[in-house]
């Protein structure tokens, strides 16, 4: 469990939320890593709370589900992020906080807190690459991948659904990293993908992501449902927003371990 | 000392003690907090009422002859949240049915608390389970809530810690928590029935006659309560802490009274708790795919029993406990974790039936496949003083996300001590589990 739960608040945020901005800028003064960056650096309220639903699809159609309640908070660069299962039963109290430093040589702080065990535990750096839950979405998918940690080419634009979007291309500097490239098409307005495509060290296609509901909550662009499609293995994972919030004024004592030793919130 | 190896280090006069006489199994409380629970009238209270709980059925048979079982139980956990805006309440209760060992049978009135949580201090109050210390699977500083070791080891360490009655208050910062408790009432740990297949084994020779008293505890009085504080940190890139415990030792030192007769000896045994008390600290330090976690103890004034059964003498000393351990996750769902743990007395006579130093090591690796619906794992217990060894490996499979079964294998090594005195319980075993 502990491997599956690093990240998510965080990513949660990431993952969800997009600054109504003004228009951007015309892509050809932009290269690709310009275009990740304003992608990265997208502003996304003060602090969020939310309801995620993940449904996992097998081949067979058989289909397990997952609800998490999320809470994230920003400190300047830094940021604090709280977790609670609510499904399914097995899981349900498990609880993650997580301290995220932007310094690149300060480790971020994660506790664990596991109902079965009433007991709160420091927890290490998961691996990025580690599928969270049983779904199809790695920890990096879910949002929090540097840009600095991939090359970024802009392939051309193009319109999806009538929305104007650049395509990015990324690959990857560390050669051991388990995709060779994604592809990105990036909605220009809201400065979110509206479709990925994930492919393995061999070039083929593993996974395509896409992204049919984006809206304004609060102010800001968010996803509302993704859908993650692993090609190889014929497995699928839907995951939606059930409700999120933006700027609701969360208080600092929330993210204290304190709280997660409680074992949950109202 | 660990519990756990104390617990075996002193074997030589448990097998006589019963279950405690004053378990809380009691029906008639099992029957109101039931009934509570069940019936608890909702509409009145303006909060949030979540029920929950699991069903499990675990059953264990003796790879040799008879192949009789070791274990045989079901049991019903029927646990309720009721929440409001700052104050909370959780209750839970067990309904158990053991084939092997009676007397654990019955209506369990497990917890019942109650939660008031402020911006910077916090209180629980009522039945709960207080849980301390940073190692998994070895009670060092974990010693607030008493071990309930009716199945020895073959009963998962989640379900041995019992609740007490205690009021905790905590005054809570960001960084920071400072934790008081009072639990006005004693209890016992729990030891394996006489009789059951695991009940501690020892052998005494026949010209030795032993009679045994029931275990003397202290009265319910103001005066014998315990009361514990600790200071709790988590600061970026470690976590520790410091802990005291004024309490009474949960398992009772066996006085004695050796009479002789003709050629015979008789050993009148009459069992007692002592205060004893207790300093600690733990820390635990994250460092890229690892985890370094420690804990150490220091028991002041423990009684150890002497190496001679036929002795009255008593040894009172100081000891000293610590644990190393390391966890590592290096990633694809892998999973392992490595601690040392050392029992130290100090002031040693060579009189006493514990070493000086009792050593044990643990080793536990898992690996989760088929998107984690199947879950391998192998935890190892490893006496080094005895050279003897627990095995428990387990394969675990989600048949869904509420109902998950189990196989495994339980195999001891060893003839004598802690772990090597069950070399004639080695088992396989099966689990199933439906949680709501």
Not at chain 1, 19 to 43: H, M, N, W
Request: glycine share 6%; hydrophobic share 40%; with cysteine.
């Amino acid at each position: 469990m502990a491997r599956k739960i690093v990240l998510l608040c965080l990513t949660f945020l990431l993952m969800t939320s997009g600054f109504i901005g003004p228009a951007c800028a015309q892509s050809a003064e932009l290269t690709g890593r310009d275009i990740a960056l304003k992608v990265y650096d997208r502003p996304d309220g003060d602090d969020q709370r939310g309801i995620m639903h993940m449904t996992l699809i097998n081949r067979r159609g058989r289909t397990r589900e997952r609800t998490l309640l999320s809470f994230s908070k920003e400190y300047g660069k830094d940021s604090k992020s709280l977790m609670f299962f609510q499904s399914p039963a097995d899981v349900k109290g498990t609880g993650f906080l997580q301290y995220d430093y932007d310094d690149p040589d300060q480790e971020d702080d994660r506790w664990l807190y596991l109902p079965a065990l009433k007991k709160v535990r420091r927890i290490s750096g998961s691996s990025k690459n580690d599928y969270f839950m049983g779904t199809d979405f790695t920890y990096d998918d879910m949002g929090n991948r540097a840009v600095e940690e991939d090359h970024h080419k802009l392939l051309r634009e193009e319109e999806v659904d009538s929305l104007k979007c650049w395509v990015l291309e990324s690959t990857p500097k560390d050669e051991d990293y388990m995709y060779s490239r994604t592809v990105r098409w990036i909605r220009q307005d809201a400065l979110l993908p509206v479709k990925v495509e994930f492919y393995d060290r061999h070039g083929n296609l593993l996974k395509a992501l896409t992204i049919p509901d984006i809206r304004k909550q609060d102010g800001f662009w968010a996803m509302f449902r993704m859908e993650m499609d692993n090609l190889q293995e014929k497995h699928k994972t839907i995951l939606e927003i059930e409700e999120i919030h933006y700027n609701v004024g969360l208080k600092d004592n929330l993210f204290r371990v304190s709280t997660l030793e409680r074992g949950r919130i109202k | 000392m660990t519990r756990m190896t104390q617990i075996f280090a002193d074997f030589n006069f448990m097998f006589f003690i019963r279950v405690h006489p004053r378990d809380p199994r009691n029906p008639r409380a099992i029957r109101f907090w039931g009934a509570l629970i069940l019936l608890l009238p909702t509409t009145l209270l303006a909060a949030d009422i979540e029920p929950q709980g699991f069903v499990d059925t675990y059953h264990a048979v003796r790879l040799h002859d008879p192949c009789d079982y070791l274990s045989s139980r079901t049991r019903l956990r029927l646990e309720m949240w009721v929440t409001g805006e700052e104050a909370s309440l959780f209750a839970s209760m067990n309904a158990i049915h053991n084939n092997v060992i009676p007397s654990d049978s019955g209506m369990e009135f497990r917890e019942a608390f109650m939660d008031y949580t402020a911006e910077k201090w916090d209180l629980r109050i009522g039945r709960q389970i207080i849980i301390w210390g940073k190692a998994d699977g070895l009670a060092i500083t974990d010693i607030i809530s008493p071990k309930d070791y009716t199945e020895s080891l073959a009963r998962d360490f989640d379900d041995i810690r019992l609740p007490v009655d205690a009021l905790r208050g905590r005054l809570l910062f960001d960084r920071a928590n400072v934790e008081l408790l009072w639990l006005p009432v004693f209890r016992p740990a729990i030891l394996p029935p006489p009789g059951t297949p695991w009940a501690f084994k020892y052998q005494l020779p026949d010209s030795i006659k032993t009679e045994f008293d029931a275990p003397i505890e202290p009265d319910l009085s103001l005066k014998n309560s315990e009361l514990a504080g600790k200071a709790a940190f988590y600061l970026s890139g470690i976590d520790f802490a410091v802990s005291a415990f004024y309490t009474w030792d949960d398992l009772p030192t066996a006085h004695r009274t050796t009479t002789s007769e003709d050629d015979s000896t008789l050993v009148h045994t009459h069992p007692e708790h002592h205060r004893l008390t207790f300093v600690g600290a733990e820390f635990s330090m994250p460092w890229r795919d690892f985890v370094v976690r420690g804990e150490a103890a220091f028991y002041k004034g423990r009684y150890f029993e002497p190496d001679d059964p036929c002795s009255e003498e008593l040894f009172k000393r100081h000891a000293l406990s610590g644990m190393i351990g390391l966890d590592w996750t290096p990633g694809n769902d892998w999973s392992l974790t490595a601690q040392l743990a050392d029992d130290f007395i100090m002031d040693y006579d060579n009189a006493i039936a514990s070493d000086e130093h009792t050593m044990l090591t643990t080793l536990n690796v898992s690996k989760q496949l088929f998107r984690q619906t199947l879950t391998l794992s192998s935890m190892g217990y490893f006496g080094i003083n005895e050279g003897e060894c627990f095995l428990r490996s387990s394969a675990e499979y989600a048949l869904t996300d509420e109902m998950h079964v189990s196989v495994g294998l339980g195999l001891f090594f060893g003839d004598e001590g802690m772990m090597g005195q069950y070399e004639d319980n080695d088992e396989v075993w099966m689990k199933a589990k439906f949680s709501f």
